[in-house]
């Protein structure tokens, strides 16, 4: 097996740095290519200290977003290293080597595997199955909402029997943070979408690999760690501004992907508006509670 790790940075080498340390000796990964997305202070240079005969550190020249800097991390190992399958990790997570070594079979043994992950562990949210159904326009519009997806999300999820008494499933998608795609099912599906900045890079990978004939694994048997938003929440470090970027990337994936009339964006408009009040309205109870505790001090 021929396995790169693709880590991607943006203002925030320590985690990067971190993380490379901690996975360098693992047997199982050939080579750790680290993608610097044109970070604003000198991530490049601290993480280049790193470069030796098994790792490559690559400087964007911009900040493309998460698809871009992983699409020039990924193709790297592919066309440069001869890489068979990349490992794609966020710098804030934490997985083991014999992980790695069964995502890695899998996708040798069944050339029709395109993406493999693992149940995560969140840091936020705890244990997470990890594997979602692609939805159309409706289900895409009550999976966004903060009180539709609690009132309805048995619904829009693969019900906990799918899961239970099985080693792995069959998914329509997995989370960003940690997966492991085929080399080759990458290229052919065209890898992630450029046209998104950050949010529904899950979504997309998912309908491209379907679409190419490829299908996506989560392994059940096999857990990995993600720190909850930690490289995220250092450069959108407000839920607003989050929740505007994850409104932007729905409508271009729901246009692009799902080809919405134009009746249909102007209620996703509206759905996403509806979102961000509700947004807006935690964000000032929050300081509200903040400031009466104050007093009470």
Known sequence: MNVCCVI??????????????RIHDYRTIGHIVLVD???????CERLSELQDDK?????????GGYGAGN?????????????????????????????VRQMARILEERPGVGVISAVMEDAVYGGRMNGWRLH???????????????????????PKSYFRG?????????????LMVNGK?????????????????EAVLGQRMRGSGYRTVLLLNQRYRHEHSVSIGKTYDTLIARQKLRNQSTLYYMKHYLSIHAWQEVLARLWFGGILLEDY??????KLYEKGRENEL
């Open 281 to 286: 309205g935690a964000a000032l109870f929050g």
């Open 136 to 158: 159309g326009f409706a289900g895409e519009l009550l999976n966004m909402g903060p009180v539709s997806r609690r009132l309805l999300g048995r619904f829009l999820t693969y």
């Open 166 to 178: 099985r080693k792995a499933v069959y998914v329509d998608a997995v989370h960003g943070s940690m």
């Open 37 to 43: 997305n044109a970070s604003t202070d000198d991530s």
């Open 71 to 99: 699409n020039l991390g990924v193709r790297y190992s592919i066309e440069k290293l001869g890489a068979e399958q990349v490992l794609i990790a966020n710098p804030d997570v934490t997985f083991s080597e014999p992980c």
């Open 185 to 201: 099912a990458f290229c052919d599906c065209g890898g992630y979408d450029e046209g998104i900045f950050l949010y529904q890079e």
């Open 8 to 21: 991607l940075n943006y203002n925030d080498w320590r985690t990067t740095w971190n993380l490379a340390k």
């Open 55 to 63: 790792v490559t550190v690559l400087c964007s020249e911009k900040n």
